[in-house]
């Protein structure tokens, strides 16, 4: 349910995120002063929150794939999903440090 | 979902993993080095590799996400196949459209 | 033991509703006893289906506390922790009446999976000679115990969201078939199960797996007609 939700998510942010790289088709000054409209704290709130779902539905698609063409024991497969968890959340901390 | 849409579905994720990495690698080192509009484009402007890898990237983005909202689609709302097709189409061709014209304003110099 | 259970039954069809009904609580006892319990001694109107109440037949499948089970099979005591049980039939199949589904969907799709033998010889030819250690055979075997009881068609997400899809049980039949060296319809099946009601159209959510009374992994089986078709596909052996 987590990998449909950050999918939709993402599938729903994408366009903004093309749109505003697309301001430096007029010029750079665009994007920069859009950069700095992104430096407030809100929208790194926001950014992280992004960069999480991404992880999200990476490691969810990634558990996908390796359930789908590997042969996997039961447990393994929990064993993977704690991972995969866990490394969205060490994703996230460590963006959180980077901002 | 049918066949050949699956194929589809799971080549373009396969292809994206790697590129998915190296995009938040990229996030990453932008956001530490606090670089700005000025040093990221000027590093991308001209550049053939970063035009097919965010390229490839985006054509991967717009097949993948189109079929994935076709699913959620199909089995969340009431709209027909026809219809939630349709959608899948058009998103398509948003995504893809506005995502190379961002490559382009990133990259053409 | 003098304690009593707070049972919640569902009475009626589609629009009925939960009823509530105190039963005496017994050691070992098995919700299956809870339901035979009232029948016989509170509402002899209560219409639910059991038939060996030893975990063999599949027939007492019933939703429990939210989860599809075997009821001869749910211990009270590991379900009922606050003494409250809720049962009702099982989901995602239309109610006939109380605890009674009607299983014509579920096994509707069996065949429309083609979860059928097509045989190559006739009884003039020689017994067909099966190593039960090749791969095909292993993978046929660990798939082939199903008796149909319906508990993961009634766990499935997909089957709750896409109404057509044909839902693991009829999808890991066809899996035993495609591994079966005698069997001749593997084009034809591969073909029935690439549409939009296949097996693509599962997500590997593995409530099937999870709740499965057999221990069965239809998330497996269906990971590998995904698999199947796909290459069948690619080579132009069926279409989309």
Redesign the interface.
Known sequence: MLHRISGLALAIFLPFHFLALGLALERDARLASFLRWTDQPLVKVAEIGLVFLFTVHLLGGLRILVIENLAWRDEQKQLATFAAALSAIIALAFLVRVF | ???????WQ?AT??IM?PL??VH?AI??YA??GGL???DI?ARTRGSIAWAAFYGLF?LA?SIH?SI??RN?L???SPLS?RRTDACAVF?GI??AG??L??????VVP | MNVELAVSLWRGGANGRYETYRVPQRQSQTVLDVVTFVQRHIDPTLSYRFACRVGVCGSCAMTVNGKPRWTCRTHVAKVAASGKLEIGPLENLPVIKDLTTDMRPFFEKWQQANGVFAPTKTRQDDIAQIRPDTPARMAADAAIECINCGVCYAACDTVRWNSGYLGPAALTRAWTLVNDARDGGNTARLQAIAGSGGCHACHSHQSCQELCPQALNPTAAIAGLKRRTATAYLKGEITA
């Open positions: 979902m049918n066949v050949r849409l699956y194929i799971r994720a396969a993993a998915v990495l938040i996030i990453f956001a530490r700005s509009a000025t484009l985006v983005v996400a994935g909202v959620v199909s089995e969340w196949e998103i948003v995504l506005l995502g014209r961002a490559v382009a304003a990133v």
